[in-house]
Protein backbone atom coordinates (compact mmCIF):
# COMPACT_ATOMS: atom_id res chain seq x y z
CA UNK A 1 0.00 0.00 0.00
CA UNK A 2 1.27 3.91 -0.02
CA UNK A 3 2.89 4.99 2.16
CA UNK A 4 4.86 8.86 3.37
CA UNK A 5 6.15 8.76 6.29
CA UNK A 6 8.18 11.72 7.57
CA UNK A 7 9.87 10.78 11.60
CA UNK A 8 11.02 14.24 12.39
CA UNK A 9 7.95 16.41 13.80
CA UNK A 10 10.55 19.08 14.54
CA UNK A 11 13.73 20.53 13.73
CA UNK A 12 15.86 23.55 14.92
CA UNK A 13 18.48 25.03 12.50
CA UNK A 14 21.59 27.81 13.12
CA UNK A 15 20.42 30.22 9.72
CA UNK A 16 22.78 29.54 6.96
CA UNK A 17 23.49 25.81 8.07
CA UNK A 18 22.33 22.87 5.85
CA UNK A 19 19.15 20.75 7.21
CA UNK A 20 18.44 17.58 5.61
CA UNK A 21 14.47 16.82 6.56
CA UNK A 22 13.84 12.92 6.10
CA UNK A 23 10.91 10.98 3.91
CA UNK A 24 10.47 7.52 3.62
CA UNK A 25 8.45 5.87 0.89
CA UNK A 26 6.33 2.37 0.09
CA UNK A 27 4.83 1.54 -3.20
CA UNK A 28 4.55 -1.48 -5.50
CA UNK A 29 4.64 0.78 -8.31
CA UNK A 30 7.93 1.23 -10.67
CA UNK A 31 6.18 4.73 -11.41
CA UNK A 32 6.24 7.37 -9.36
CA UNK A 33 6.24 10.57 -8.17
CA UNK A 34 7.67 12.57 -5.44
CA UNK A 35 7.41 15.93 -3.77
CA UNK A 36 7.88 18.29 -1.41
CA UNK A 37 6.01 21.43 -0.12
CA UNK A 38 6.37 24.28 2.43
CA UNK A 39 4.05 25.74 4.48
CA UNK A 40 4.71 28.68 6.17
CA UNK A 41 2.30 30.21 9.08
CA UNK A 42 0.03 31.24 7.17
CA UNK A 43 -1.01 28.55 5.94
CA UNK A 44 -0.36 28.06 2.02
CA UNK A 45 1.15 25.25 0.29
CA UNK A 46 4.30 26.01 -1.70
CA UNK A 47 5.27 23.84 -4.07
CA UNK A 48 9.61 22.88 -4.02
CA UNK A 49 10.58 20.55 -5.43
CA UNK A 50 9.94 17.11 -7.61
CA UNK A 51 11.59 13.78 -8.36
CA UNK A 52 10.37 11.19 -10.80
CA UNK A 53 10.79 7.53 -9.94
CA UNK A 54 12.85 6.98 -13.39
CA UNK A 55 15.44 10.29 -12.84
CA UNK A 56 18.50 8.98 -13.29
CA UNK A 57 19.80 13.06 -11.42
CA UNK A 58 18.93 13.83 -8.37
CA UNK A 59 16.48 17.27 -8.57
CA UNK A 60 17.67 20.57 -7.29
CA UNK A 61 15.83 23.89 -7.37
CA UNK A 62 17.79 26.41 -6.15
CA UNK A 63 18.94 26.08 -2.55
CA UNK A 64 16.70 23.03 -2.34
CA UNK A 65 17.73 19.64 -3.42
CA UNK A 66 16.13 16.38 -3.04
CA UNK A 67 18.29 13.24 -2.20
CA UNK A 68 17.07 10.38 -3.77
CA UNK A 69 17.57 6.77 -2.88
CA UNK A 70 15.74 4.20 -4.80
CA UNK A 71 16.93 1.93 -3.38
CA UNK A 72 16.13 2.55 0.39
CA UNK A 73 12.65 4.10 -1.00
CA UNK A 74 14.13 7.39 0.54
CA UNK A 75 13.73 10.67 -0.81
CA UNK A 76 15.19 13.76 1.64
CA UNK A 77 15.01 17.25 0.75
CA UNK A 78 18.61 19.18 1.74
CA UNK A 79 18.19 23.60 2.02
CA UNK A 80 21.71 24.52 1.63
CA UNK A 81 22.11 28.04 3.68
CA UNK A 82 19.24 28.28 5.64
CA UNK A 83 17.30 31.56 6.13
CA UNK A 84 14.96 32.65 8.62
CA UNK A 85 12.41 33.02 5.72
CA UNK A 86 12.67 28.89 6.27
CA UNK A 87 10.64 28.62 8.89
CA UNK A 88 7.60 26.53 7.67
CA UNK A 89 6.15 23.17 7.99
CA UNK A 90 7.70 20.86 5.32
CA UNK A 91 5.50 17.83 3.38
CA UNK A 92 6.43 15.04 1.57
CA UNK A 93 4.22 13.95 -0.67
CA UNK A 94 4.20 10.81 -3.56
CA UNK A 95 2.05 10.36 -6.26
CA UNK A 96 1.47 6.57 -7.18
CA UNK A 97 1.34 5.96 -11.02
CA UNK A 98 2.71 7.59 -14.36
CA UNK A 99 2.38 11.35 -14.12
CA UNK A 100 0.33 11.52 -17.43
CA UNK A 101 -2.57 9.65 -15.08
CA UNK A 102 -4.66 11.63 -14.12
CA UNK A 103 -6.41 9.28 -12.04
CA UNK A 104 -3.19 9.17 -9.93
CA UNK A 105 -3.72 9.47 -5.61
CA UNK A 106 -1.52 11.64 -4.14
CA UNK A 107 -0.59 11.45 -0.33
CA UNK A 108 1.16 13.55 2.28
CA UNK A 109 3.06 12.58 5.26
CA UNK A 110 3.12 14.03 8.46
CA UNK A 111 5.24 16.91 8.14
CA UNK A 112 8.34 18.47 10.11
CA UNK A 113 8.21 21.26 11.12
CA UNK A 114 11.59 23.70 10.89
CA UNK A 115 12.57 26.43 12.74
CA UNK A 116 15.88 28.61 11.98
CA UNK A 117 17.84 30.69 14.87
CA UNK A 118 18.87 33.26 13.97
CA UNK B 1 -4.76 34.55 -12.43
CA UNK B 2 -7.12 32.76 -9.71
CA UNK B 3 -5.97 29.56 -10.06
CA UNK B 4 -8.10 27.74 -7.48
CA UNK B 5 -10.71 28.93 -6.01
CA UNK B 6 -12.18 27.87 -2.66
CA UNK B 7 -15.54 28.57 -0.95
CA UNK B 8 -16.17 29.50 1.75
CA UNK B 9 -13.30 30.17 3.81
CA UNK B 10 -14.62 30.16 7.02
CA UNK B 11 -17.60 28.45 7.80
CA UNK B 12 -18.79 27.45 11.93
CA UNK B 13 -21.44 24.93 12.20
CA UNK B 14 -23.79 23.09 14.59
CA UNK B 15 -23.62 18.95 15.03
CA UNK B 16 -25.86 17.44 12.27
CA UNK B 17 -25.99 20.55 9.60
CA UNK B 18 -25.06 20.21 6.51
CA UNK B 19 -22.57 21.76 3.73
CA UNK B 20 -20.69 22.17 0.65
CA UNK B 21 -17.74 23.25 0.29
CA UNK B 22 -16.90 25.10 -3.23
CA UNK B 23 -13.87 24.38 -5.73
CA UNK B 24 -13.32 25.53 -9.00
CA UNK B 25 -10.10 25.77 -10.85
CA UNK B 26 -9.31 27.63 -14.08
CA UNK B 27 -6.00 25.90 -15.48
CA UNK B 28 -8.50 23.57 -17.67
CA UNK B 29 -6.70 20.59 -15.37
CA UNK B 30 -8.38 17.23 -15.54
CA UNK B 31 -7.57 16.34 -12.19
CA UNK B 32 -9.02 17.64 -8.83
CA UNK B 33 -8.45 16.28 -4.92
CA UNK B 34 -9.73 17.23 -1.36
CA UNK B 35 -7.47 17.31 1.88
CA UNK B 36 -8.24 17.71 5.36
CA UNK B 37 -5.12 19.25 7.45
CA UNK B 38 -6.19 19.03 11.19
CA UNK B 39 -4.06 21.09 13.66
CA UNK B 40 -0.36 19.82 13.12
CA UNK B 41 -0.58 17.63 11.13
CA UNK B 42 -0.22 16.66 7.25
CA UNK B 43 -2.70 16.80 4.77
CA UNK B 44 -5.35 13.50 4.18
CA UNK B 45 -6.68 12.69 1.26
CA UNK B 46 -10.53 12.90 1.47
CA UNK B 47 -11.59 11.95 -2.32
CA UNK B 48 -10.06 12.64 -5.46
CA UNK B 49 -11.65 12.74 -9.04
CA UNK B 50 -9.59 12.02 -12.49
CA UNK B 51 -12.11 13.84 -14.65
CA UNK B 52 -15.81 15.08 -14.81
CA UNK B 53 -17.91 12.81 -13.73
CA UNK B 54 -15.85 10.26 -11.84
CA UNK B 55 -14.86 10.07 -8.07
CA UNK B 56 -12.56 7.77 -5.81
CA UNK B 57 -12.04 7.57 -2.05
CA UNK B 58 -9.45 8.70 -0.55
CA UNK B 59 -7.94 7.96 2.76
CA UNK B 60 -10.49 9.21 4.86
CA UNK B 61 -13.85 9.64 2.75
CA UNK B 62 -16.54 8.56 5.74
CA UNK B 63 -18.91 11.50 6.31
CA UNK B 64 -17.95 13.40 2.81
CA UNK B 65 -19.79 13.38 -0.56
CA UNK B 66 -17.87 15.08 -3.62
CA UNK B 67 -19.25 15.99 -6.91
CA UNK B 68 -17.23 16.87 -10.18
CA UNK B 69 -19.86 18.97 -11.65
CA UNK B 70 -17.89 19.97 -14.84
CA UNK B 71 -14.03 19.95 -15.44
CA UNK B 72 -13.65 23.06 -13.49
CA UNK B 73 -15.82 22.51 -10.23
CA UNK B 74 -15.08 19.85 -7.31
CA UNK B 75 -17.58 20.05 -4.21
CA UNK B 76 -17.27 18.77 -0.90
CA UNK B 77 -20.57 17.77 0.66
CA UNK B 78 -20.42 16.86 4.53
CA UNK B 79 -24.42 15.50 4.97
CA UNK B 80 -24.55 15.71 8.99
CA UNK B 81 -21.46 17.65 10.25
CA UNK B 82 -19.39 16.02 13.59
CA UNK B 83 -16.84 18.18 15.53
CA UNK B 84 -14.34 15.69 14.54
CA UNK B 85 -14.64 16.87 11.02
CA UNK B 86 -13.22 20.22 12.58
CA UNK B 87 -10.44 21.31 10.06
CA UNK B 88 -8.96 23.06 7.60
CA UNK B 89 -9.86 21.66 3.95
CA UNK B 90 -7.85 22.40 0.87
CA UNK B 91 -8.92 21.87 -2.63
CA UNK B 92 -5.96 21.31 -5.37
CA UNK B 93 -5.74 20.61 -8.92
CA UNK B 94 -3.10 18.97 -11.42
CA UNK B 95 -2.42 18.50 -15.11
CA UNK B 96 -1.58 14.79 -16.09
CA UNK B 97 2.14 15.38 -17.81
CA UNK B 98 4.59 13.00 -18.58
CA UNK B 99 7.58 14.71 -18.28
CA UNK B 100 7.21 17.41 -16.08
CA UNK B 101 6.38 17.67 -12.18
CA UNK B 102 2.90 17.93 -12.64
CA UNK B 103 2.74 19.32 -9.16
CA UNK B 104 -0.64 20.13 -7.57
CA UNK B 105 -1.86 23.41 -7.20
CA UNK B 106 -3.69 24.54 -3.73
CA UNK B 107 -6.47 26.59 -2.81
CA UNK B 108 -6.07 29.20 -0.06
CA UNK B 109 -8.26 26.31 2.18
CA UNK B 110 -11.42 26.56 3.85
CA UNK B 111 -11.35 26.04 7.95
CA UNK B 112 -14.01 24.47 9.22
CA UNK B 113 -15.55 24.47 12.81
CA UNK B 114 -18.23 22.32 13.86
CA UNK B 115 -19.70 23.50 17.11
Known amino acids: AQKITQTQPGMFVQEKEAVTLDCTYD???????LFWYKQPSSGEMIFLIY??????QNATEGRYSLNFQKARKSANLVISASQLGDSAMYFC???????????????FGSGTRLSIRP | NAGVTQTPKFQVLKTGQSMTLQCAQD?????MYWYRQDPGMGLRLIYY???????DKGEVPNGYNVSRLNKREFSLRLESAAPSQTSVYFC??????????????FGEGSRLTVL
Open chain 2, 92 to 105: ASRERVSRTTGELF
Open chain 2, 27 to 31: MNHNS
Open chain 1, 27 to 33: TSDPSYG
Open chain 1, 93 to 107: AMREGPGYSSASKII
Open chain 1, 51 to 56: QGSYDQ
Open chain 2, 49 to 55: SASEGTT
